[in-house]
C-alpha cells in the first residue's frame, strides 16, 4: 500500500515514529486548507506562509513528542494555525509597532465574542470523538464528497456516509444539550436533559410520554422548548460558521470547490462580507475550545 492510499490516522502513526515521508503526505493533503486559514488570518502572503509552515512544525513536535491528533489532522491543524498567529499577535502587543495592522488581522479578534451561538456549537463540536469531527469538518464546513474523504479515514465511501450521518446527528444532540446546559434550571433537570433527544425524536415513547406532561404544567420548559425547535430547524446555518475557523469568504474562496465552499462564494458579496464576521467570532471560539487540548505544538 502506498503513502497516498493510507487514511490519515495511519499517517499519523508513521509521523509519530519519525517517518518523515508519512508526514510529507500529511503536508500534502492538507497544506491548501491551512494556507487558506492562515492567509484569511494575516495581511501578507509572506505572513501566511510564515504562520502555515509553523503550523506544521508544531503539529509535527507535537506529534514527535507523542501527542498530537490520532485521526482528525486537517482540524487539529487548522488549531494550530489560529494558535501561532495569536502568539504573533500576542508578540506584536508585547513589543508595539507601527506595522501591526499590516503583520495580523487584528479586526478578527474583536469579532470573537458577538456569536452566542457559535460558543454553543464550539461547546458541542469539542465534545465529539475525532473521527466525528474530521468527517464534519470536510463533509459540513469543505463540502467534499464521501468518495474525496474516504482515503482520509481509510473506509469505503458507504462506510463514510454512515459516520457522517452519526455524526451529525450526534453533534445536533450536543449541540441541543449545550443550550439547555445554559438556560435550565434546577426543577426541570429531569425533563430538560431529554429535550434535546426530545426535539429530535429520539425518545422511547414512554420517555416521549414523561416529557410531554411536564411540558404541560410547565412554562419554563415549554418556553425552552419552542427555542430549541427553532434552534434544531436551523442548525446547519450555526454549524457552518462554527467550524470554519477564520472568516467565512476568505477561508472558503481560498479553497474554491462545489458544496458548501461552492454555495457561500457564490453568494453576492455583501452577504460574504455579512457571514465573515460572525463566522470569525464563532470559529475562533471553536478553535479555542477544540484546541485547548494542543498543549504540545510549541
Known sequence: ????????????????????????????????????????LTRSRADADDVTSEAFARVLRALQSGGGPEVSFRPYLITAVRNVFYDRVRRSKEQPTDDLSDEVNVALLDA????????????????????????????????????????????????????????????????????????????????????GAYVRDGLSARDRRKVDAHLDGCATCSGLMGELAATNSTLRAALIPALLGVPAAAYLSGLGGGGVV???????????????????????AVLALVGSSLTGDK
Open 112 to 195: 470573537a465574542q458577538s456569536s452566542e451561538d457559535g460558543a454553543f456549537a464550539a461547546a458541542a463540536f469539542a465534545t465529539l470523538p475525532e473521527r466525528w469531527q474530521l468527517v464534519l469538518w470536510h463533509t459540513e464546513v469543505e463540502g467534499k464528497s464521501v468518495s474525496e474523504v474516504a482515503p482520509l479515514l481509510g473506509l469505503a465511501p458507504n462506510a463514510v456516509a454512515a459516520l457522517a450521518y452519526r455524526a451529525r446527528e450526534g453533534l445536533r444532540q450536543a449541540f441541543l444539550q449545550a443550550h439547555l446546559r445554559d438556560q435550565q434550571q434546577a426543577a426541570c433537570r429531569d425533563c430538560s436533559s431529554n429535550l
Open 1 to 40: 500500500m502506498t503513502l497516498r492510499d493510507q487514511g490519515d490516522a495511519e499517517l499519523i502513526v508513521g509521523a509519530r515514529k519519525g517517518d518523515s515521508e508519512a508526514f510529507g503526505e500529511l503536508y500534502r493533503r492538507h497544506v491548501d486548507s491551512a494556507r487558506a486559514a492562515a492567509r484569511a
Open 262 to 284: 461552492g454555495w457561500f462564494t457564490r453568494l453576492p458579496k455583501k452577504q460574504q462580507q455579512a457571514g465573515g464576521a460572525v463566522a470569525a467570532a464563532a470559529v475562533l
